[in-house]
């Protein structure tokens, strides 16, 4: 039996497939403020899960008593944790009950450490209580071995997508969307998901799309995934660079293989190779066949090639860009080779059945 301890997540697809594969030998253990939509889809589904409240870590003792005895009961062979409270909680009761295959997955980098240092020594902890890491790129692996983790714990496991979901789109759900978002069907629309933070270069993306705008009032900047620390600077920086109806913003879309079919073009730029563990975003954009302009952070150093499957443009750059979409503006050809080869690279890179064959090892 394989035991899922997940803390602070509402929906994942990842998580979904997961279930889906491992169905007759696995339950989930989920830590939130309320029960989210991956508590009912797993419901829904006949997958065992336990859904326990975590308003903050006032609740941390209770919650310790009440996954000991959810794993007493249980008696998984291996207990995988995702996320910080759940690395914690789930990691320090196993090893209490001498659960011998712990793992958890690392979705974060240099985060910590750049922001609340801390925080880091819990990042050692859960390395040392671990008996596997997962590494979701070569970037994390790097970050692991900085910390003094052990390199025969760490083990490099990308993250697997189901990309025909991104190609296979109904035309109607994209209809659909932008009715609901007010984006014309007569606009140039430059697509950004990311979660408002300086660290994800919101400043040079509003400060390129700018000028792109002075040239041709057809294009619209839609920001999707609109929550984070830094919200309030990036609004007022929105308002005071932008015209009114230039841009729309996104807090959450469920649906977001239809969202990636409302962009014409995709810009993602962190502002540094370390801020992103892995960055989603870099696969589903190609995967979507959307030409993309990428700094390289996370995974994408590790197939994102300039000019072959996306425009690569300096890092805190806003002229990069706006000459990368320029770039893309002058010349279909490029577009075209661009969006066939992304797509022929995420299947070699990010295909289910690698991960699953991946996972699959580490827990026999």
Known sequence: MILYIISDIDKAIAFELIAEKFSNDISFIILNKRKGYLDNYLLRNNVRCYSLTLMSKKDYPLLFLKILILLFRIRPKVVHTHLRDANFLGLVSAWLL???????????????????????????????????????????????????????????IHHGFDLDAFTKVNEKDVTLLKKKYDIPHDSIVIGVIARYLKLKGHIYIIEAFKKLRQENPNFLLVLANTSGQDKNTIQNLLKSKLDEGSYVEIAFE???????????????????????????????????????????????????????????????????????????????????????????????????????????????
Not at 137 to 148: A, H, I, T, W
Not at 328 to 345: A, E, M, P, S, V
């Open 98 to 156: 001498r659960i011998r295959k712990r793992i958890y997955t690392r979705h974060s980098s240099t985060f910590n450490k750049d922001l609340y240092p801390k925080s880091v020594k819990y990042d050692k902890l859960c390395n040392y209580l671990a008996t596997d890491v997962v590494a979701i790129s070569q970037n994390v692996k790097e970050v692991l071995l900085e910390e003094g983790c052990s390199k025969e714990k760490i083990n490099l």
């Open 254 to 364: 469920n649906n977001l293989f239809a969202l990636y079919k409302c962009f014409d073009f995709y810009i993602h730029t962190p502002i540094n190779k370390e801020i992103e563990a892995f960055g989603q975003t870099y696969v589903e954009a190609l995967a979507a066949g959307i030409p993309s302009i990428f700094t390289l952070s996370g995974i994408a150093p590790e197939f994102i090639k300039d000019k072959q499957n996306a425009l690569v443009v300096p890092f805190c750059d806003s002229d990069a860009i706006y000459n990368a979409m320029k770039n893309y503006l002058r010349n279909n050809k490029l577009q075209k080779t661009i969006i066939t080869n992304g797509i022929i690279d995420v299947k070699a890179y990010f295909s289910l059945n690698l991960f699953f064959e991946k996972l699959n090892s580490l827990y026999e």
